[in-house]
């Protein structure tokens, strides 16, 4: 499929998806996040694709929401258009793994897409930042929450009400980010995190992915319940069953998805 503000290709298994609005600084308009939700659903449904790699360009992954088209917008307007509602749901709904490779600007709505990835990859020049505060709003594509869940409540509310930017080292040290690598080795490192993600059972990495996210959206009780239920699933999968032969005979699985 032909798209105008992204680009997709396939590395074996992983499905690279990059930003492309250069001119914007990869700012997300509403036909972006529409083609990344096109985008993603495919992949979700095809059984080629083990995980998903999102990128933008070197100086920004995305610098934020496109301002200018929601400028001259009001209450009722932006309440009826439900903006980016539908298609940030289809990003956090994906059941896949999703890397970010970050390198630049991670603004506004581009550091809220990076936190809706499982993972985040970081070039040395990252910058994150919920700069809302400084154009009179509020963050809306869950910058207050997944920051909070992700680096806590002192580091978000210096965020969100300085509006400051942090660099990745920092984003390393308080848990936003997995990885700070150099610029250079930034697609090579987070290709291979996807790959090795892709390397499994995609079914049984969606259990993985489901049990790590209820963790972070309930009690402990609670998703230790879920995680001992999503063990229990797996043995209802012909991939439990050959993982488990496969290491008593010393040998390496032969993954069906199924």
Not at 1 to 14: K, L, Q
Not at 170 to 197: H, I, K
């Amino acid at each position: 499929m032909s798209y105008e503000f992204i680009r997709t290709e396939t590395r074996g298994r992983v499905a690279v998806i990059t930003l492309d609005r250069p001119e914007a600084l990869n700012a997300l308009n509403t036909p972006l996040m529409g083609e990344l939700a096109c985008a993603l659903s495919g992949y979700e449904s095809d059984p080629a694709i083990g995980a998903v790699l999102l990128s933008g360009s070197e100086k920004a992954f995305a610098a934020g929401a496109d301002i200018r088209e929601m400028a001259d917008q009001d209450y009722q307007s932006i309440t009826e258009a439900n903006h980016f509602a539908e298609t940030h749901t289809v990003v956090e709904r994906f059941r896949k793994p999703i890397i970010a490779a970050v390198s630049g600007y991670a603004l506004g709505g581009g550091c809220e897409l990076a936190l809706m990835c499982d993972s985040i990859v970081a070039s040395e020049t990252a910058r994150f930042g919920q700069p809302e505060i400084s154009i009179g709003t509020v963050p809306a594509m869950g910058g207050t929450q997944r920051l909070m869940r992700s680096i806590g409540k002192a580091k978000t509310m210096d965020l969100c009400l300085t509006g400051r930017m942090m660099k990745a080292d920092e984003a390393e040290r308080c848990g936003l980010v997995a990885r700070v690598v150099p610029a250079d080795r930034l697609m090579e490192e987070a290709l291979e995190m996807a790959e090795a993600m892709a390397s499994f059972s995609i079914p049984v990495s969606r259990l993985v992915k489901a049990a790590v996210l209820t963790a972070a959206e309930t009690t402990q009780k609670e998703g230790l319940l879920q995680e001992r239920n999503h063990f229990y699933a797996s043995f209802a999968l012909e991939d439990r069953r050959e993982g488990m032969k496969a290491f008593s005979e010393k040998r390496k699985p032969v993954w069906k998805h199924r």
